[in-house]
């Protein structure tokens, strides 16, 4: 996946133009673009091969940091499936128990609360994974006149 974010200004007086451009590419190649490579090959040939080495070798390093977070995240999920079902089990198991002991109402209140408490961990946790976005909204002018 390739992006490429430029900016330009030019500036127009009666005897001259001034134009200045910013730009920045991003890639997750291990090749820069042709025309990037054929430019800097014009004024530094001597270097092509180490941008092209330097280049690769931040590919491999990023795709490496992304195997692990990926495995981190893997393993944080089900790690917590585990857990949330061993946890509702032993509610219920504790709850069935203490019902069987001569207390049914405690019993039924323990696994009842117990299941709840997941139920509602399960969609908090869902419902602020799907707010949650990269990149927030600013807060409109009415937001920002309340917290004020």
Same mark, same amino acid.
């Given at each position: ?5 430029? &900016?330009?200004?030019? !500036? ?6 001034h *134009? ?5 590419h *991003?890639? *997750? =190649?291990?090749?820069?673009p042709?025309? +990037?490579?054929?430019? /800097?090959? !014009? ?9 092209? +080495?330097?280049? $690769?070798?931040e &590919? *491999?390093s990023?795709?490496? !940091? /992304? ?8 393993? $944080?999920?089900? @790690? ?12 219920? /198991? ?5 019902? /069987?002991?001569? $207390?049914?109402?405690a ?8 299941i709840?408490?997941? &139920?509602?961990?399960? @969609?908090?946790?869902?419902? %602020?994974?799907?707010? =949650? !976005? ?5 807060? =409109?002018? %009415?937001e ?5």
């Amino acid at each position: 996946m390739s992006k490429t974010t430029a &900016a330009s200004v030019k !500036s127009h007086s009666r005897e001259q133009t001034h *134009e200045l451009t910013f730009q920045h590419h *991003e890639t *997750e =190649s291990p090749v820069l673009p042709v025309a +990037q490579l054929e430019h /800097l090959h !014009s004024f530094r040939p001597d270097i092509v091969d180490w941008v092209v +080495q330097q280049t $690769q070798a931040e &590919a *491999e390093s990023r795709r490496r !940091s /992304l195997d692990k977070i990926n495995l981190y995240v893997f393993t $944080q999920r089900i @790690l917590g499936q585990i857990l949330a079902f061993l946890l509702g089990l032993s509610g219920i /198991l504790g709850g069935g128990y203490i019902a /069987l002991r001569g $207390q049914p109402w405690a019993g039924v209140a323990i696994a009842s609360a117990v299941i709840t408490g997941l &139920a509602v961990t399960f @969609l908090t946790g869902r419902e %602020n994974k799907a707010s =949650s !976005s990269p990149n927030p909204k600013p807060p =409109s002018s %009415n937001e920002k006149n309340r917290a004020a």
